[in-house]
């Protein structure tokens, strides 16, 4: 039979195969791609989603007052609105991945909320360690992986308890977001859900921040995402002192 549970660990591409590349180039390319992604989403989907979403507000009000399905298709113009505005932001976001001014452990506290998750789940975030600067990009990177363990605890785990902890190691920065909830099948543990990017997007963010990704999860037992990233690449480095 196969295992009810299992320990992956995803290590990401190091940048000894290529010593002229430093954390900083890797993370000016990764900021390029996602101006790019920015821009094809923005003249593809999301305009593909304000015309649509045009179409059904004249649609909607040329129903008549009492119509009785009326009051749905209004619900989903306002559903068509929030992820067009949703998109904005995330588009925004990866034009400009510094612009969210908050810590990581604050930033983290308002997922649930900010995506309307019912509170039926104690959640917490902890910090552990003096917090320490990040790289520039590199905030916005950690957020979104630890943001999509978030959203599937809340989304998938039937937990009564989710947690995030965020520790400043001296030499790593070290995130893990573990729930109390049903766990995951091992061959989703393993490939990720057909059809569903989240477990595949968190272990190539990971690796392309020249982290290590580490997912574990139990029948009945619960879940636990861990990424750490090294603290010369995680760390914003001071610059050394001029000789006297």
Known sequence: MAPTDGDYEFPAESFAGNPLKTPDMAVDERLAERIRIAQDLH??????????????????????????????????????????????????????????????GEAFACVPSDLGFPSTAGFRVVV????????????????????????????????????????????ELRVAVRDNGCG???????????????????????????????????????TEVELRVPGQIAFQQLEPRAAR
């Open 43 to 104: 003249d593809t989907l999301l305009q593909e989603f304000l015309a649509a979403s045009m179409q059904l507000h004249v649609a909607v009000d040329r129903l008549p007052a009492d119509c009785s399905e009326k009051q749905q298709f209004e619900r989903v113009v306002r559903l068509v609105d929030r992820a067009i505005e949703d998109g904005r932001y995330a588009l925004q976001g990866l034009r400009s991945p510094n612009g969210r001014t908050s810590s990581l």
């Open 128 to 171: 552990l360690g003096a917090e320490k600067e990040l790289r520039a990009g590199l905030l916005d990177e950690v957020y979104r992986i630890g943001r999509e363990a978030i959203v599937n605890a809340c989304r998938h785990s039937k937990a009564k308890e989710i947690e995030t902890e965020i520790e400043y190691r001296p030499t």
């Open 184 to 222: 995951i099948g091992p061959q989703d543990l393993q490939w990720g859900r057909i059809g569903h990017w989240g477990l595949r997007g968190m272990r190539e963010r990971a690796e392309g921040i020249g982290g290590r990704f580490r997912l574990w999860s139990g029948a009945a037992l619960g």
